[in-house]
């Protein structure tokens, strides 16, 4: 089955960096390692949003308001997803969920059958 499991949130001060982990399942990824991966986010009172994705030839995209900052990647002998977030802001506060992306490859859209972890909370607060 699809096991997706995040780690690494927690509070920082603005200007400060997190490193989020989201590791698979080996089943998910024998089934799914080419697929598309990558980092949504929700914010209290706010819609999910894409933040970054990575597809399986390693292509990446970016939400305009985390380019520059953010990097995602992959370690496919750990079957883990990382994104490495600095100069991290205040509105980057939220729920950061990994995700499966099945249907479109798009820090754009959700739609289609996707996976999630359960979500991670960044805070970043003085």
């Known amino acids: 089955q699809v096991h997706l499991e995040e780690s690494g949130g927690g509070s920082v001060q603005p200007g400060g960096s997190l490193r989020l982990s989201c590791v698979a399942s080996?089943?998910?990824?024998?089934?799914?390692?080419?697929?598309?991966m990558g980092w949504f986010r929700q914010a209290p009172g706010k819609k999910r949003e894409g933040v970054a994705i990575?597809?399986?030839?390693?292509?990446?995209m970016y939400a305009d308001s985390v380019k520059d900052r953010f990097t995602v990647s992959k370690d496919k002998t750990k079957y883990t997803l990382y994104l490495q977030m600095d100069s991290l802001k205040p509105e980057d506060t939220a729920v950061y969920y990994c995700?499966?992306?099945?249907?479109?490859?798009?820090?754009?859209?959700?739609?289609?059958?996707?996976?999630w972890g359960q979500g991670t909370q960044v805070t970043v607060a003085s």
């Open positions: 995700v499966l992306l099945t249907t479109v490859c798009t820090v754009h859209s959700d739609a289609g059958r996707n996976y």
């Open positions: 990575i597809d399986g030839s390693g292509r990446r």
């Open positions: 080996e089943y998910t990824y024998s089934t799914y390692g080419y697929y598309c």
